[in-house]
């Protein structure tokens, strides 16, 4: 069982499109996280949050606890953003974390 | 503040060697954790650490040993690898508790032949 799950699995947009990628997870957790890993291998935290929404430049990250479910939006997506992204959770019991399978994203010009 | 380093960065192995991949954190973070990465499968966790003299097994344990004498190091050691242990690994440290940001080491690359 994949206690989170990610879609899509693949995404290509094409330059300037708003892209959209979701996260649900069955687990209870404290933090959800969504990282991004560039094809160099290399794994960046690009958010960490319990509640709400944050926005880092033109990602913008959602949260509904009730729900189950975060959403990461790129908004005027570039070339430069072409990598997997990946969703995670702290669970709120043991301190494990939970990951997703990714979701590959490739921007074309 | 060099975050995790993670070494190597490449390891080719022939079945039966045995070899160590280091981690280490300047943080002071309490958790650390080792995680391989397989296609289409996600990061699994091998072994975590919650503090020194802590370890404990994650979902994918078998092959692999750790050990935690410091705070700062969490090495993760393959006694006699297999072609299955062929993956990469990657290593992770982060504060206990909620709200814990997580940092990852570059990654290692390491084949079984």
């Known amino acids: 069982k994949n206690e989170v799950e990610q879609s899509p699995q693949n995404l290509t947009a094409q330059e300037g499109e708003f892209i959209t990628i979701n996260c649900s997870y069955s687990v209870g957790i404290s933090a959800l996280h969504w990282l991004q890993q560039h094809p160099g291998g290399g794994i960046v935290s690009l958010f960490m949050l319990s509640s709400g929404k944050k926005k880092h430049g033109r990602l913008i990250a959602t949260i509904n606890i009730q729900e189950k479910h975060s959403s990461l939006h790129i908004t005027a997506s570039h070339p430069r953003d072409s990598a997997v992204y990946i969703c995670a959770v702290n669970s709120n019991t043991g301190n494990q974390f939970y990951f997703g399978t990714g979701t590959s994203l490739t921007v074309i010009p | 503040n060099a975050g995790v380093t993670q070494t190597p960065k490449f390891q080719v192995l022939k079945t039966g060697q045995s070899m160590t991949l280091q981690c280490a954190q300047d943080?002071?973070?309490?958790?650390m954790s080792w995680y391989r990465q397989d296609p289409g499968m996600g990061l699994r966790l091998i072994h975590y650490?919650?503090?020194?003299?802590?370890?404990d097994q994650g979902e994918v344990p078998n092959g692999y040993n750790v050990s935690r004498s410091t705070t700062e190091d969490f090495p993760l050691r393959l006694l006699s690898a297999a072609p299955s242990q062929t993956s990469v690994y990657f290593c992770a440290s982060s504060y206990l508790g909620a709200q814990s940001g997580a940092f990852f080491g570059q990654g290692t690359r390491l084949t079984v032949v």
């Open positions: 943080m002071n973070h309490e958790y």
């Open positions: 650490s919650v503090g020194a003299g802590i370890t």
